[in-house]
């Protein structure tokens, strides 16, 4: 008995070990193709994947997750909600529903938050704060912590908001440094208003710096787009207009709508070959079909044609045993006739 509760964990245990292993395995070559900005072969990948029955409903989920957060890094927020919605559904399947679902609040409400959608952004934030985020890991706490900086900002709460902007730069520093950019861009926003020219030109070294070192175009152009709107509101047109043509050219690089474009022709062609199979399973089943109906209908014919054989078998059988019974009959006659004579 403990010999087999032995092995049951074990298999257990692999096939825990095999699950973790496949989605390690699509996040690892995800990154690569992302840092690579062939987002077109990962949209492709992650559509494999989700289309394998063999993948679990929380690799799914992470799938789908993943590939609302590359039309999100495209500025394709639609996308990137319909893709929110199909993790949802997965999640819900999952082994861990209730964590998903806050995760998913999340998601939504940074895309908000990014789409500058701030009273959308907002209603998700206080519905996962009634939860004190206590399912959401370090990397949501740090987006949530820059967002609830920034309405703070707005509520012209400054010393609350340095201290949001400050524990979320912790844990960037800690895990994520790739994200610090997001953080200095409120910062930048932050020391501008407090008038505070030094910190604020600081800040936005401090985050071009990290951005140009880990090649996010995007940060880099959030960056500057934030200094040139800065500069719009103090009225000094001319370094305005230096970080306008900044702004330009990085969209430019960026090229964020080819790419896009690049993915959605990729996802017309995954379903066009969906179609197309769909169209030969119908087609397969339709020939199982016609042959087995072709088999059907030789199968009524020869079963017709024995019960006819049968019907007329028993119809001989029906009068030899009515010829017989009859010579039966003349027989016990004769016998009878013989008897009277006899006596």
Avoid: W
């Amino acid at each position: 008995m403990k010999n087999l509760i032995v092995s049951i964990l074990l298999l257990f245990s692999t096939f825990i070990y095999s699950q973790n292993k496949a989605i390690e395995s699509l996040k690892e070559k995800i990154n690569q193709y992302n840092q690579s900005e062939r987002y077109d072969l990962s949209v492709k990948l992650l559509t494999d994947f989700v289309a394998d029955e063999k993948n679990s409903a929380d690799d799914k989920y992470t799938a789908y997750l993943i590939k609302s957060n590359i039309y999100k890094s495209l500025f394709k927020y639609q996308h990137a909600f319909k893709y929110l919605d199909l993790a949802l559904q997965e999640g819900k399947k999952g082994l861990n529903a209730e964590r998903f679902a806050q995760e998913i609040k999340a998601e939504k409400a940074f895309i908000f938050f990014e789409m500058q959608n701030f009273d959308e952004a907002k209603l998700l934030m206080d519905k996962l704060k009634q939860s004190d985020y206590e399912k959401l890991s370090n990397r949501y706490l740090l987006f949530i912590y820059v967002q609830e900086g920034y309405f703070l900002l707005k509520d012209k709460n400054f010393t609350a908001s340095e201290k949001k902007l400050n524990d979320a730069q912790e844990i960037a520093q800690l895990a994520y440094p790739e994200e610090l950019p997001i953080i200095y861009g409120k910062k930048i926003e932050l020391y501008n208003l407090l008038k505070e020219d030094k910190k604020r030109d600081q800040a936005y070294q401090l985050g071009i710096g990290i951005a140009k070192k880990y090649q996010n175009l995007k940060y880099e152009f959030y960056l500057n787009e934030i200094y040139k709107n800065i500069f719009s509101e103090n009225n000094d047109s001319k370094n305005a207009l230096v970080y306008q043509k900044k702004c330009d050219s990085l969209f430019a690089l960026y090229n964020s709508n080819n790419k896009s474009s690049k993915i959605e022709l990729i996802e017309q062609e995954i379903k066009e070959e969906n179609y197309d199979s769909e169209i030969e399973t119908k087609q397969q089943i339709m020939i199982y079909l016609f042959l087995f109906n072709v088999l059907l209908l030789f199968l009524v014919l020869f079963l017709i044609k024995k019960y006819k054989k049968h019907k007329q078998k028993k119809i001989l059988i029906e009068q030899d045993n009515k010829r017989i019974q009859e010579e039966i009959n003349h027989l016990k006659s004769l016998v009878n006739d013989q008897k009277d004579h006899h006596k």
